[in-house]
């Protein structure tokens, strides 16, 4: 089991920018993909971004194509979230989440962070 702790949400105007950061406490974060969900009141929790154990490869929701960008850094067993141009209805509590199997589709993951809201208001 991964642990996993989101820092980085917040109150943000639109066009706005925030980078979400998730600490693994795991021993061999590499193996793991990883993914940003986020669920906005009265709607299902969609996954937003996932990446694999190296960086190379990576998917987007297509609303955020173009206006987040996923990363991670091993050495460090953290995955990022910079999210620009935010919109209002970006608005959510934004979930980490960590699986070991290698497809980056929203299936399987099984260890999950608290939550962070993110609220983009004027």
């Known amino acids: 089991q991964v642990q996993l702790v989101e820092s980085g949400g917040g109150l943000v105007q639109p066009g706005g920018s925030l980078r979400l950061a998730c600490l693994a406490s795991?021993?061999?974060?590499?193996?793991?993909?990883m993914g940003w969900f986020r669920q906005a009141p009265g709607k299902q929790r969609e996954l937003v971004a996932a990446i694999s154990w190296n960086g190379t490869n990576v998917y987007y929701e297509d609303s955020v194509k173009g206006r987040f960008t996923i990363s991670r850094d091993n050495a460090k067993n953290t995955v990022y979230l910079q999210m620009n141009s935010l919109k209002p209805e970006d608005t959510a509590v934004y979930y980490c989440a960590a699986k070991r199997h290698s497809s980056l589709t929203p299936a399987d993951f099984g260890s999950w962070g608290q939550g962070t809201q993110v609220t983009v208001s004027s």
């Open positions: 795991v021993r061999t974060f590499s193996n793991y993909v």
